[in-house]
């Protein structure tokens, strides 16, 4: 993004945005800057809006809080203009390489026709001088052809340099969708697959949804600190990826909370996945960074729902976290399958 504030303008959101950021638990990098910059100067209302509920109860960001926000509000708006600007260039690459193919095409077909005129004009003797004019005409178009082989030459070299742009806005797209810590999806990565796939299958009918949650987190957070709660959350996505195969897709939906999407998969073969999880995890065991401190077991609570035809994303994460609940319910470290007597909320 360009920014436009004057020195005097700037040195006061500089003052502003470093205040901000020595109130926080985060690092002092360019990226917390900018979250500030950006909010103070009025730039990003998304973000502004996200951080307006933690500044009221003055809850400190954390690293992790700012790569999140920073990917969220800014990564990916940036990737959202460079998207527009590739498919701008795109088509005024294929438009103009038409263009030219054509001309280059119409430069030939001259040509063939300029040598039959010359041919036919050779064979009268008063036609000399039209003969040695259609013979320069038949040279310059040579060397139009020559021009238009060149131009075409460079327009390829720079829709091959568009398709390098192209893949490292894809690559800066997939990065703006992944979870920093863990390397899963996030939740807006989530929901675009979960889009994409909707759109292939024509709904969610027959895909299930796993909704996990770490029990007793915050106490792990509390007393063992937030360095080891990322060690938890880090082991915990190991073995979501390693349970998983094909078109599955894990998350890190926020927290210590984690989503499952199981693509054709039925409530027994859902089940069974989540008890698999269930039971690894438990089996675990995180220790400090000294290699000696065990914090004990870690165990998690499952919701499982699979997706009724007509149902969206938002009522099968319901009635999948409504099962997660009833999990915790009874006493957590187990798996529950969502009661499909139960209605999908409205």
């Known amino acids: 993004m360009r920014y436009i504030e004057d020195r005097e303008q700037s040195a006061e959101l500089f003052r502003l945005a470093l205040a901000s950021m020595g109130r926080q638990s985060a690092s002092l990098n360019p990226c917390s800057f900018t979250l500030w910059y950006e909010h103070f100067a009025g730039l990003n209302p998304p973000l ?23 990917t969220e509000h800014v990564v990916a708006r940036e990737v959202q203009q460079y998207e527009g600007l590739r498919r ?31 041919a036919r004009l050779t064979s009268a003797r008063a036609a000399a001088e039209l003969s040695a004019t259609v013979s320069d005409l038949r040279n310059d178009t040579g060397k139009m052809r020559t021009v238009t082989g060149e131009l075409i030459a460079r327009l390829q070299a720079s829709t091959e340099e568009v398709a390098m742009l192209t893949e490292s806005l894809h ?62 959350l880090s082991a915990v996505a190991r073995v979501l990826e390693s349970s998983i195969k094909g078109r599955d897709v894990a998350a890190r939906l926020g927290g210590e909370e984690f989503g499952i999407l199981l693509p054709g998969t039925g409530e027994e073969g859902a089940h069974v996945v989540a008890r698999q999880i269930c039971m690894t995890v438990a089996k675990g065991r995180i220790k400090h960074s000294d290699g000696k401190k ?8 499952i919701g499982v729902a699979v997706g009724r035809e007509g149902e969206s994303l938002e009522q099968l994460i319901g009635r999948a976290d409504a099962a997660l609940y009833t999990a915790k319910g009874k006493g957590r470290n187990r798996v529950e399958v969502a009661d499909e007597r139960v209605s999908s909320p409205a």
């Open 171 to 232: 690559r800066a797209r997939r990065e703006a969708q992944l979870d920093p810590l863990t390397g899963l999806k996030n939740r807006r990565g989530f929901e675009e697959v979960t889009r994409q796939l909707e759109e292939e299958l024509g709904g969610l009918w027959g895909t299930a949804l796993l909704m996990l949650d770490i029990d007793h987190f915050k106490v792990i957070n509390d007393e063992h600190g937030h360095l080891l709660g990322d060690k938890v």
């Open 294 to 301: 065990v914090i004990g077991q870690v165990t998690l609570s």
């Open 88 to 118: 701008e260039l795109h088509r005024i690459l294929q438009d103009t390489t038409a263009s030219t193919e054509d001309a280059g095409e119409k430069a030939r077909h001259i040509d063939q026709a300029l040598a039959g005129y010359a």
């Open 48 to 70: 502004s809006q996200a951080l307006k509920p933690r500044i009221a109860v003055n809850s400190l960001l954390t690293n992790e809080d700012v790569w999140r926000l920073y």
